[in-house]
């Protein structure tokens, strides 16, 4: 029997009270003729400002992004003066987003569209009333406001009679406990993706510059030397089609450097048809972004029909010269970029012209020392690749875990027991206890 499961059965046999919001809770939020226009905004002061929009994903609050108002303002609702430990949600636009205040170093007030969540006699602790409102309990609720409605608003009248379960606080400390125990381990889950991602990538950034700079067989030729063809995307507006060939712009790639053919923009077939050969891309060729967002290379895997705007130039690589896998990898290395911010030109929309491209220099060794490069490049990236697929995918699962024993958590039956089972208490604890075992054995590969 686990310990909630005991403490249940000790202080709540008969089942849990549940009581209004406005029974147990303040809700408070500035009033509408009280809100502050953004010409009211400061960038700095002694007063801080809190909206919707400082919420963080981990559910507090990034005082970097706040604005400041005056004195006057901040004194104007002693309410909604805010102090360490409120339970903070929004109310306007986007619905439904919590943070509970922690770390707050000098006043702060709230504008129009959030409310502040205080307990009015104990019987709530904070945290209970921040998983309770992130449950889906309470988010169904907040979801069907959106439903059919132009502006959204969770109003204080609806809010005030929504019910909340009030077990006894032992209890709600427990609940507390493994629910905070999950929203950490998710936590950490994204503070190893992001460290294992940048230390991968500086791995990578080295060997693929060693490789690429360190062979003495290289000789350094232009673009010009090792393609048969340079050009770009049709410079005329093409027709708009509702089906057919994808039209492929800058933001359809992705920062694999692949390219994303869930498009909504194509052209018609005729069109395709009557462009050059060198413009129609096939199997092998290398695009490069030359417009804006310029020094992308992307490799064509596939004979797969489509077009590109002015702003993509593609590249066929003479492969008697030139190996098209390793001029991708050689136009994606530091010593390429470099040469790229050079030969771009332009003050709003910087821009690297067809004739500089092609005059831009890449290192070109024997083609059976360029397969070996490209064979050591690719199996890098796939183990970056595999990093971006892994830990995101185990991230995911964590949190579909955390939201479903929340939702079973803060259900409570009439009989007093929660609705999550023994055996589903005993499932939760042994995947808990797996995940630290994960854990500790990825920690300890990492120091090998």
């Known amino acids: 029997m686990s310990k909630l499961d005991e ?52 559910h507090e609050i990034d005082y970097s992004t706040c604005v400041y108002v005056t004195e006057e303002r901040y004194k104007q609702d002693s309410k909604i003066q805010l102090k360490n430990g409120d339970i903070l949600i929004t109310k306007d636009g986007t619905l439904g987003k919590v943070a509970q205040v922690k770390g707050l170093e000098m006043p702060a007030t709230l504008n129009g ?7 009015k006699d104990g019987s709530l602790e904070n945290r209970f009333i921040l998983h309770y409102l992130l449950s889906n309990h309470f988010q169904s ?6 439903t059919g409605s132009t502006i959204s608003h969770l109003t204080q009248t609806l809010f005030s009679r929504l019910m909340i379960p009030i077990p006894p606080l032992e209890i709600q400390r427990e609940i507390v406990r493994i629910l905070d125990d999950y929203t950490k381990n998710v936590t950490e889950l994204q503070r190893q993706l992001a460290a294992e991602t940048t230390a991968r990538k500086t791995q990578y950034t080295y060997y693929r510059d060693e490789l690429l700079t360190n062979n003495y067989n290289s000789k350094i030729k232009r673009l010009e030397e090792c393609c048969d063809s340079i050009a770009d995307g049709d410079h005329q507006a093409p027709p708009k089609a509702d089906s057919g060939i994808p039209f492929i712009t800058i933001s359809d790639i992705d920062e694999r450097h692949e390219i994303n053919f869930n498009v909504i923009k194509y052209v018609p077939d005729e069109y395709y048809n009557r462009l050059a050969d060198k413009r129609r891309p096939q199997k092998g060729d290398v695009l490069y972004t030359v417009v804006g967002s310029y020094g992308i290379p992307v490799y064509v895997k596939e004979n797969k029909k489509f077009v ?5 130039a593609i ?5 008697a010269v030139i190996d098209s896998r390793y001029l991708y990898h ?19 929309q910087k821009t690297i012209g067809l004739a500089s491209l092609a005059k831009m220099t890449v290192p070109v060794p024997p083609l059976d020392v360029q397969n070996r490069i490209v064979n050591v490049l690719d199996n890098f990236e796939k183990v970056c690749s595999d990093l971006n697929i892994g830990l995101p995918a185990e991230i995911e699962a964590r949190q579909k875990q955390y939201e479903y024993y929340r939702d079973k958590l803060l259900t409570f039956a009439e009989n007093g027991n929660t609705i999550l089972s023994r055996a589903e208490q005993s499932r939760a604890e042994q995947s808990r ?3 630290s075992r994960a854990e500790q054995s990825r920690a300890e590969q990492s120091t090998d």
């Not at 089942?15 to 009280?34: H, M, P, S």
């Not at 801080?48 to 929009?53: R, S, Y």
């Not at 569209?113 to 307990?119: D, I, N, Y």
């Not at 609720?141 to 959106?146: A, D």
């Open 7 to 58: 403490l249940i059965r000790e202080l709540c046999p008969d089942g849990v009270e549940y009581k209004r919001f406005d029974e147990v809770c303040t809700l408070n939020a500035r009033i509408g003729w009280q809100r502050l226009t953004k010409a009211e905004y400061m960038s700095k002061g002694d007063y801080l400002l809190i909206t919707g929009t400082d919420f963080t994903e981990t």
């Open 113 to 119: 569209g959030v409310f502040v969540v205080r307990c």
């Open 141 to 146: 609720v907040v979801e069907q406001q959106k």
């Open 308 to 312: 590109f705007q002015r702003h993509i």
């Open 315 to 319: 590249l066929r690589p003479n492969n």
């Open 330 to 348: 050689a136009m994606n290395g530091t010593a390429f970029h470099r040469q790229a911010d050079l030969a771009a030109k332009g003050a709003a």
């Open 433 to 435: 206890a797996e995940q």
